[in-house]
């Protein structure tokens, strides 16, 4: 989803010059523009989480079920790409 999202706005920063799109600054305008709008982007992405696993949380606890988590992974909800030695 990154890279996806890095690509739209490297479309909108190069259309708004594209006589110059290999040019070394435009690569630095997309950079500053990717490095402006990515908490934004990123913070959007925690808040559906958020969202996705307070409907799996236990009544007022703030805990999510062990059960219940892995129930909605498998189910497609969501999908942790980490490596296990990162965790």
């Known amino acids: 989803q990154v890279q996806k999202w890095v690509r739209e706005v490297r479309k909108e920063v190069v259309s708004a010059t594209p006589e110059s799109r290999t040019a070394f600054s435009t690569t630095v305008s997309v950079l500053e523009e990717v ?8 913070d959007s992405e925690c808040i559906a989480l958020k969202d ?10 703030g805990r999510v079920p062990l ?21």
């Open 67 to 87: 059960q219940a988590f892995y129930a909605a992974a498998l189910n497609g909800s969501y999908q942790f790409t980490g490596k296990r030695e990162d965790l």
């Open 52 to 61: 996705d696993l307070m409907k799996l949380e236990t009544d007022g606890t």
């Open 35 to 42: 490095a402006e709008r990515y908490g934004r982007w990123q």
